[in-house]
Protein backbone atom coordinates (compact mmCIF):
# COMPACT_ATOMS: atom_id res chain seq x y z
CA UNK A 1 0.00 0.00 0.00
CA UNK A 2 1.37 3.63 -0.97
CA UNK A 3 2.85 4.86 2.73
CA UNK A 4 1.44 8.66 2.69
CA UNK A 5 -2.31 6.93 1.89
CA UNK A 6 -1.82 4.16 4.40
CA UNK A 7 -0.81 6.83 6.97
CA UNK A 8 -3.47 9.25 6.29
CA UNK A 9 -6.10 7.06 6.39
CA UNK A 10 -4.64 5.93 9.65
CA UNK A 11 -4.98 9.29 10.71
CA UNK A 12 -8.43 10.01 9.43
CA UNK A 13 -9.65 6.75 10.77
CA UNK A 14 -7.99 7.48 15.09
CA UNK A 15 -9.29 10.30 17.10
CA UNK A 16 -7.12 12.80 18.55
CA UNK A 17 -6.47 13.48 21.82
CA UNK A 18 -7.50 17.17 21.14
CA UNK A 19 -11.31 16.98 21.72
CA UNK A 20 -11.59 20.58 19.71
CA UNK A 21 -9.70 18.81 16.83
CA UNK A 22 -12.31 16.13 16.77
CA UNK A 23 -14.98 18.47 16.58
CA UNK A 24 -13.55 20.83 13.88
CA UNK A 25 -12.93 17.39 11.36
CA UNK A 26 -16.59 16.54 12.22
CA UNK A 27 -17.82 20.03 11.34
CA UNK A 28 -15.42 20.35 8.00
CA UNK A 29 -16.56 16.80 6.72
CA UNK A 30 -20.46 17.85 7.43
CA UNK A 31 -19.70 21.46 5.83
CA UNK A 32 -18.72 19.44 2.72
CA UNK A 33 -21.52 17.34 2.08
CA UNK A 34 -24.10 20.24 2.71
CA UNK A 35 -22.36 22.23 0.38
CA UNK A 36 -22.29 19.45 -1.87
CA UNK A 37 -25.50 18.31 -1.83
CA UNK A 38 -26.75 21.99 -2.09
CA UNK A 39 -24.93 22.11 -5.28
CA UNK A 40 -26.36 19.53 -6.63
CA UNK A 41 -30.14 20.23 -5.80
CA UNK A 42 -29.72 24.02 -7.23
CA UNK A 43 -28.14 22.25 -10.22
CA UNK A 44 -31.27 19.92 -10.47
CA UNK A 45 -33.97 22.34 -9.90
CA UNK A 46 -32.58 24.40 -12.29
CA UNK A 47 -32.58 21.81 -14.90
CA UNK A 48 -35.97 20.83 -14.16
CA UNK A 49 -37.05 24.60 -14.83
CA UNK A 50 -35.21 24.39 -17.85
CA UNK A 51 -37.42 21.56 -19.21
CA UNK A 52 -40.83 22.94 -17.98
CA UNK A 53 -39.86 25.99 -19.21
CA UNK A 54 -38.76 24.81 -22.65
CA UNK A 55 -41.73 22.73 -22.89
CA UNK A 56 -43.66 25.72 -23.39
CA UNK A 57 -42.07 25.89 -27.07
CA UNK A 58 -42.25 22.56 -27.98
CA UNK A 59 -46.28 22.49 -28.01
CA UNK A 60 -46.02 26.25 -29.71
CA UNK A 61 -43.00 25.95 -32.08
CA UNK A 62 -41.83 23.64 -35.01
CA UNK A 63 -38.60 21.51 -35.18
CA UNK A 64 -37.40 24.12 -37.91
CA UNK A 65 -38.68 26.86 -39.12
CA UNK A 66 -38.58 28.90 -42.65
CA UNK A 67 -39.13 32.60 -42.68
CA UNK A 68 -38.00 34.64 -45.86
CA UNK A 69 -34.70 36.76 -45.74
CA UNK A 70 -35.88 40.01 -46.74
CA UNK A 71 -39.36 41.32 -46.15
CA UNK A 72 -42.20 39.56 -44.19
CA UNK A 73 -43.58 37.38 -46.82
CA UNK A 74 -42.43 34.98 -49.52
CA UNK A 75 -44.10 32.43 -51.79
CA UNK A 76 -44.31 28.87 -52.38
CA UNK A 77 -45.61 27.21 -55.33
CA UNK A 78 -47.10 23.78 -55.51
CA UNK A 79 -44.16 22.51 -57.41
CA UNK A 80 -42.05 23.65 -54.13
CA UNK A 81 -44.63 22.20 -52.13
CA UNK A 82 -44.37 18.32 -53.50
CA UNK A 83 -40.27 18.73 -53.74
CA UNK A 84 -40.42 19.47 -50.08
CA UNK A 85 -42.62 16.52 -49.52
CA UNK A 86 -40.20 14.22 -51.57
CA UNK A 87 -37.32 15.06 -49.07
CA UNK A 88 -36.07 12.13 -46.52
CA UNK A 89 -36.51 13.38 -42.97
CA UNK A 90 -39.45 15.64 -42.66
CA UNK A 91 -42.45 14.32 -41.56
CA UNK A 92 -44.96 16.73 -42.30
CA UNK A 93 -45.00 20.91 -42.95
CA UNK A 94 -47.60 23.40 -42.68
CA UNK A 95 -47.45 26.70 -43.93
CA UNK A 96 -48.57 29.93 -42.30
CA UNK A 97 -49.54 33.89 -42.36
CA UNK A 98 -49.16 35.99 -39.54
CA UNK A 99 -50.01 40.04 -39.68
CA UNK A 100 -50.19 42.56 -36.64
CA UNK A 101 -53.90 43.55 -36.83
CA UNK A 102 -56.62 44.89 -34.81
CA UNK A 103 -59.30 42.48 -32.57
CA UNK A 104 -62.57 44.53 -31.74
CA UNK A 105 -65.49 42.85 -29.25
CA UNK A 106 -68.52 44.74 -27.62
CA UNK A 107 -66.44 48.07 -27.52
CA UNK A 108 -63.41 46.23 -26.68
CA UNK A 109 -60.19 47.06 -28.92
CA UNK A 110 -56.70 44.89 -28.68
CA UNK A 111 -53.36 45.04 -31.26
CA UNK A 112 -52.44 41.31 -31.54
CA UNK A 113 -51.43 38.76 -34.64
CA UNK A 114 -53.46 36.74 -36.58
CA UNK A 115 -52.01 33.61 -37.84
CA UNK A 116 -53.43 31.51 -41.08
CA UNK A 117 -52.21 28.10 -40.86
CA UNK A 118 -53.40 25.03 -42.94
CA UNK A 119 -54.94 21.90 -41.89
CA UNK A 120 -51.25 20.58 -41.25
CA UNK A 121 -50.52 22.51 -38.37
CA UNK A 122 -51.92 20.48 -35.70
CA UNK A 123 -49.49 17.49 -37.05
CA UNK A 124 -46.61 19.55 -37.40
CA UNK A 125 -47.00 21.18 -33.88
CA UNK A 126 -48.86 20.09 -30.92
CA UNK A 127 -50.40 23.66 -30.38
CA UNK A 128 -53.71 21.86 -30.42
CA UNK A 129 -52.92 19.80 -26.97
CA UNK A 130 -52.69 22.93 -25.87
CA UNK A 131 -56.60 23.57 -25.93
CA UNK A 132 -58.39 24.22 -23.07
CA UNK A 133 -61.91 25.12 -23.72
CA UNK A 134 -63.99 23.96 -27.34
CA UNK A 135 -61.95 22.57 -30.34
CA UNK A 136 -59.52 23.48 -32.62
CA UNK A 137 -60.98 25.59 -35.93
CA UNK A 138 -63.32 23.69 -38.45
CA UNK A 139 -64.92 26.56 -40.84
CA UNK A 140 -63.38 29.14 -42.44
CA UNK A 141 -65.11 31.51 -39.92
CA UNK A 142 -64.12 30.18 -36.96
CA UNK A 143 -60.70 30.61 -35.01
CA UNK A 144 -59.24 29.74 -31.70
CA UNK A 145 -57.61 32.73 -29.54
CA UNK A 146 -55.16 32.74 -26.61
CA UNK A 147 -56.45 32.76 -22.84
CA UNK A 148 -54.77 36.13 -22.10
CA UNK A 149 -57.04 38.04 -25.39
CA UNK A 150 -59.72 36.07 -24.62
CA UNK A 151 -60.28 37.74 -20.89
CA UNK A 152 -58.90 40.86 -22.20
CA UNK A 153 -62.07 41.38 -24.67
CA UNK A 154 -64.51 39.06 -23.34
CA UNK A 155 -65.00 36.17 -25.96
CA UNK A 156 -66.72 33.42 -25.17
CA UNK A 157 -66.86 30.03 -27.40
CA UNK A 158 -68.93 29.51 -30.25
CA UNK A 159 -70.51 33.41 -29.67
CA UNK A 160 -72.29 33.80 -33.27
CA UNK A 161 -74.03 36.61 -31.99
CA UNK A 162 -71.40 38.78 -31.16
CA UNK A 163 -68.25 37.45 -32.75
CA UNK A 164 -64.66 38.36 -32.61
CA UNK A 165 -64.09 41.56 -35.06
CA UNK A 166 -60.47 41.13 -36.98
CA UNK A 167 -59.46 44.82 -38.80
CA UNK A 168 -56.64 44.75 -41.24
CA UNK A 169 -55.34 47.84 -42.80
CA UNK A 170 -55.53 47.67 -46.41
CA UNK A 171 -52.42 47.24 -48.39
CA UNK A 172 -51.51 49.76 -51.25
CA UNK A 173 -50.74 53.52 -51.71
CA UNK A 174 -52.44 56.98 -52.20
CA UNK A 175 -55.06 58.54 -50.42
CA UNK A 176 -58.05 57.28 -49.36
CA UNK A 177 -61.47 57.78 -50.62
CA UNK A 178 -64.26 58.50 -48.54
CA UNK A 179 -66.59 56.04 -49.84
CA UNK A 180 -64.33 53.21 -49.20
CA UNK A 181 -62.93 51.56 -45.73
CA UNK A 182 -59.15 51.55 -45.23
CA UNK A 183 -59.15 48.21 -43.69
CA UNK A 184 -60.77 45.03 -44.22
CA UNK A 185 -63.03 43.28 -41.63
CA UNK A 186 -63.03 39.56 -40.89
CA UNK A 187 -65.84 38.37 -38.41
CA UNK A 188 -64.50 35.39 -36.34
CA UNK A 189 -66.54 32.84 -34.17
CA UNK A 190 -63.96 31.51 -31.41
CA UNK A 191 -64.09 27.63 -31.43
CA UNK A 192 -61.63 26.74 -28.67
CA UNK A 193 -58.79 28.77 -26.40
CA UNK A 194 -55.77 27.89 -25.72
CA UNK A 195 -52.97 28.26 -22.92
CA UNK A 196 -49.14 28.14 -23.18
CA UNK A 197 -47.76 31.03 -21.44
CA UNK A 198 -48.38 34.43 -21.00
CA UNK A 199 -47.31 36.10 -23.77
CA UNK A 200 -48.51 33.59 -26.45
CA UNK A 201 -51.56 33.68 -24.69
CA UNK A 202 -52.25 37.09 -25.25
CA UNK A 203 -50.66 37.25 -28.92
CA UNK A 204 -51.80 35.03 -31.33
CA UNK A 205 -55.39 33.87 -32.91
CA UNK A 206 -55.18 30.98 -35.22
CA UNK A 207 -57.34 30.72 -38.08
CA UNK A 208 -57.49 29.38 -41.34
CA UNK A 209 -54.81 30.07 -43.88
CA UNK A 210 -56.65 31.06 -46.57
CA UNK A 211 -59.31 33.17 -44.63
CA UNK A 212 -55.91 35.53 -43.16
CA UNK A 213 -54.90 35.62 -47.30
CA UNK A 214 -58.33 37.10 -48.12
CA UNK A 215 -58.14 39.32 -45.25
CA UNK A 216 -54.56 40.65 -46.26
CA UNK A 217 -55.13 40.59 -50.11
CA UNK A 218 -52.34 38.02 -51.02
CA UNK A 219 -52.85 35.50 -53.32
CA UNK A 220 -52.74 31.85 -52.46
CA UNK A 221 -48.66 31.53 -52.38
CA UNK A 222 -48.13 33.90 -50.28
CA UNK A 223 -46.67 32.94 -46.87
CA UNK A 224 -45.12 34.35 -44.15
CA UNK A 225 -43.27 31.36 -42.64
CA UNK A 226 -43.26 27.19 -43.29
CA UNK A 227 -43.05 24.72 -40.27
CA UNK A 228 -41.33 21.40 -40.56
CA UNK A 229 -41.78 18.69 -38.24
CA UNK A 230 -38.40 16.32 -38.54
CA UNK A 231 -37.81 12.43 -37.83
CA UNK A 232 -36.18 12.76 -34.60
CA UNK A 233 -32.32 13.42 -34.69
CA UNK A 234 -32.05 14.45 -38.06
CA UNK A 235 -32.09 18.01 -38.56
CA UNK A 236 -28.27 18.09 -40.16
CA UNK A 237 -26.72 20.62 -42.74
CA UNK A 238 -27.81 18.00 -45.28
CA UNK A 239 -31.68 18.65 -45.04
CA UNK A 240 -31.17 22.41 -44.94
CA UNK A 241 -29.62 22.93 -47.67
CA UNK A 242 -31.97 20.79 -49.42
CA UNK A 243 -35.15 22.75 -48.15
CA UNK A 244 -33.06 25.96 -48.71
CA UNK A 245 -32.29 24.78 -52.21
CA UNK A 246 -35.81 24.53 -53.30
CA UNK A 247 -36.27 28.51 -52.16
CA UNK A 248 -32.80 29.30 -54.02
CA UNK A 249 -31.67 29.96 -50.99
CA UNK A 250 -33.87 33.24 -50.37
CA UNK A 251 -34.98 31.62 -46.56
CA UNK A 252 -33.59 31.45 -43.39
CA UNK A 253 -33.80 28.37 -41.17
CA UNK A 254 -34.04 28.12 -37.28
CA UNK A 255 -34.01 24.88 -35.37
CA UNK A 256 -36.17 25.20 -32.19
CA UNK A 257 -33.20 26.53 -30.06
CA UNK A 258 -32.67 29.37 -33.00
CA UNK A 259 -36.29 30.64 -32.39
CA UNK A 260 -36.03 31.21 -29.11
CA UNK A 261 -32.43 32.17 -28.46
CA UNK A 262 -32.99 34.38 -26.44
CA UNK A 263 -34.81 32.48 -23.62
CA UNK A 264 -31.96 29.53 -24.20
CA UNK A 265 -29.51 32.38 -23.55
CA UNK A 266 -31.61 33.48 -20.49
CA UNK A 267 -31.59 30.26 -18.78
CA UNK A 268 -27.97 29.24 -19.90
CA UNK A 269 -26.67 32.21 -18.04
CA UNK A 270 -29.24 31.99 -14.87
CA UNK A 271 -27.96 28.19 -14.74
CA UNK A 272 -24.03 29.44 -14.66
CA UNK A 273 -24.47 32.21 -12.52
CA UNK A 274 -25.90 30.05 -9.85
CA UNK A 275 -23.38 27.33 -10.83
CA UNK A 276 -20.85 30.32 -9.84
CA UNK A 277 -22.04 31.50 -7.13
CA UNK A 278 -22.60 27.96 -5.24
CA UNK A 279 -19.22 27.70 -5.79
CA UNK A 280 -17.78 30.64 -4.12
CA UNK A 281 -19.85 29.18 -1.25
CA UNK A 282 -18.26 25.82 -1.37
CA UNK A 283 -14.83 27.90 -1.59
CA UNK A 284 -15.67 29.74 1.39
CA UNK A 285 -16.49 26.77 3.21
CA UNK A 286 -13.02 25.06 2.34
CA UNK A 287 -11.62 27.24 4.01
CA UNK A 288 -12.82 24.58 6.83
CA UNK A 289 -10.41 22.16 5.12
CA UNK A 290 -7.11 24.13 5.10
CA UNK A 291 -7.65 25.18 9.07
CA UNK A 292 -8.85 21.64 9.88
CA UNK A 293 -5.75 20.38 7.98
CA UNK A 294 -3.22 22.93 9.37
CA UNK A 295 -4.78 21.89 12.80
CA UNK A 296 -4.21 18.21 12.20
CA UNK A 297 -0.78 18.61 11.38
CA UNK A 298 -0.10 20.89 14.72
CA UNK A 299 -1.63 17.93 16.84
CA UNK A 300 0.24 15.21 14.76
CA UNK A 301 3.50 17.09 15.43
CA UNK A 302 5.21 14.56 17.23
CA UNK A 303 4.38 11.88 14.86
CA UNK A 304 5.71 13.74 11.91
CA UNK A 305 8.90 14.65 13.96
CA UNK A 306 9.16 10.17 14.48
CA UNK A 307 8.32 10.07 10.66
CA UNK A 308 11.05 12.10 9.63
CA UNK A 309 13.80 10.66 11.70
CA UNK A 310 12.59 7.48 10.21
CA UNK A 311 13.35 8.75 6.86
CA UNK A 312 9.80 10.01 5.48
CA UNK A 313 11.25 12.92 3.37
CA UNK A 314 9.30 16.37 3.78
CA UNK A 315 7.77 15.87 0.49
CA UNK A 316 6.26 12.54 1.97
CA UNK A 317 4.56 14.17 5.03
CA UNK A 318 3.20 16.87 2.75
CA UNK A 319 1.98 14.01 1.04
CA UNK A 320 0.38 12.59 3.62
CA UNK A 321 -2.00 15.38 4.55
CA UNK A 322 -2.33 15.91 1.00
CA UNK A 323 -3.91 13.08 0.40
CA UNK A 324 -6.43 13.11 3.84
CA UNK A 325 -7.83 16.28 2.41
CA UNK A 326 -8.36 15.32 -0.71
CA UNK A 327 -10.26 12.09 0.97
CA UNK A 328 -12.05 14.01 3.16
CA UNK A 329 -13.21 16.09 0.20
CA UNK A 330 -13.91 13.38 -2.23
CA UNK A 331 -15.94 11.01 0.50
CA UNK A 332 -17.74 14.32 1.54
CA UNK A 333 -18.84 15.14 -2.12
CA UNK A 334 -19.90 11.87 -2.46
CA UNK A 335 -22.10 11.63 0.55
CA UNK A 336 -23.68 14.72 -0.54
CA UNK A 337 -24.51 13.70 -4.04
CA UNK A 338 -25.94 10.92 -2.51
CA UNK A 339 -28.15 12.42 0.05
CA UNK A 340 -29.05 14.70 -2.38
CA UNK A 341 -30.11 12.00 -4.98
CA UNK A 342 -32.49 10.68 -2.52
CA UNK A 343 -33.96 14.57 -2.27
CA UNK A 344 -34.36 14.37 -5.87
CA UNK A 345 -35.25 11.23 -6.37
CA UNK A 346 -37.99 11.53 -3.71
CA UNK A 347 -39.70 14.89 -5.24
CA UNK A 348 -39.73 12.66 -8.81
CA UNK A 349 -41.16 10.18 -7.31
CA UNK A 350 -44.11 11.75 -4.88
CA UNK A 351 -43.71 15.53 -5.79
CA UNK A 352 -43.90 16.49 -2.01
CA UNK A 353 -42.28 20.39 -3.10
CA UNK A 354 -45.11 21.62 -5.04
CA UNK A 355 -45.44 25.45 -6.71
CA UNK A 356 -49.19 25.16 -7.14
CA UNK A 357 -51.66 22.56 -5.49
CA UNK A 358 -51.56 20.69 -8.51
CA UNK A 359 -47.96 20.96 -9.94
CA UNK A 360 -44.77 19.99 -8.27
CA UNK A 361 -41.92 21.78 -8.77
CA UNK A 362 -40.22 20.65 -11.62
CA UNK A 363 -36.48 18.50 -10.83
CA UNK A 364 -34.39 16.26 -13.49
CA UNK A 365 -31.72 13.73 -12.25
CA UNK A 366 -28.86 14.33 -15.01
CA UNK A 367 -25.69 12.38 -14.50
CA UNK A 368 -23.98 15.57 -15.76
CA UNK A 369 -24.71 17.30 -12.68
CA UNK A 370 -23.48 14.24 -10.71
CA UNK A 371 -20.08 15.10 -13.19
CA UNK A 372 -20.23 18.96 -12.24
CA UNK A 373 -20.86 18.61 -8.68
CA UNK A 374 -17.91 15.58 -8.33
CA UNK A 375 -15.40 17.53 -10.21
CA UNK A 376 -15.72 20.56 -8.58
CA UNK A 377 -15.30 19.27 -5.15
CA UNK A 378 -12.82 17.33 -5.83
CA UNK A 379 -10.69 20.64 -7.52
CA UNK A 380 -11.36 22.81 -4.61
CA UNK A 381 -10.36 20.15 -2.44
CA UNK A 382 -6.90 19.47 -4.21
CA UNK A 383 -6.50 22.78 -3.94
CA UNK A 384 -7.24 23.68 -0.26
CA UNK A 385 -5.17 20.05 0.77
CA UNK A 386 -2.24 21.74 -1.14
CA UNK A 387 -2.69 24.85 0.45
CA UNK A 388 -2.34 23.45 3.82
CA UNK A 389 0.01 20.68 3.32
CA UNK A 390 2.52 23.14 2.26
CA UNK A 391 2.80 24.45 6.07
CA UNK A 392 4.43 21.13 6.38
CA UNK A 393 8.79 22.60 6.87
CA UNK A 394 11.49 21.32 8.21
CA UNK A 395 11.34 24.35 10.35
CA UNK A 396 7.90 23.08 11.82
CA UNK A 397 9.27 19.28 12.14
CA UNK A 398 12.41 20.68 14.23
CA UNK A 399 10.40 22.94 16.50
Known sequence: MNFPFYIAQRYLRSKSSQNAVNIINFVTFIVIVIGSASLFIVLSGFAGLKTFSLSYTTIFDPDLKATPTT???????PEQEQKLAQIDGITSFSKEL???????????????YIKGVDQAYTTTTEIDSALIFGNWFFSDQQGVAGIGLTNKLGLTVNQTRNPLVVLAPKPGKGSISQSTKPYNELPLIISGVYSVEEGLDNKY???????????????????????????????????????????????????????????????????????LIFTLVLVIALFNVVGAIIMMILDKQQNSKTLYSLGSTIKDLRRIYFVQGVIVTGAGGFIGVLLASLLIWSQLAFGWLKITPTLAYPVEYQWMNILIVLATIIVLGIIASKIASSRITKKLISA
Open 205 to 275: VFTDLAVVQALLEKDGTKVSGIDFKLVPDTDTPEIRAKIAAIFDNTILLKNREEQNSSLYRMLNTENLATY
Open 71 to 77: GKFFSIT
Open 98 to 112: EEQVSFTHKGKNHFA
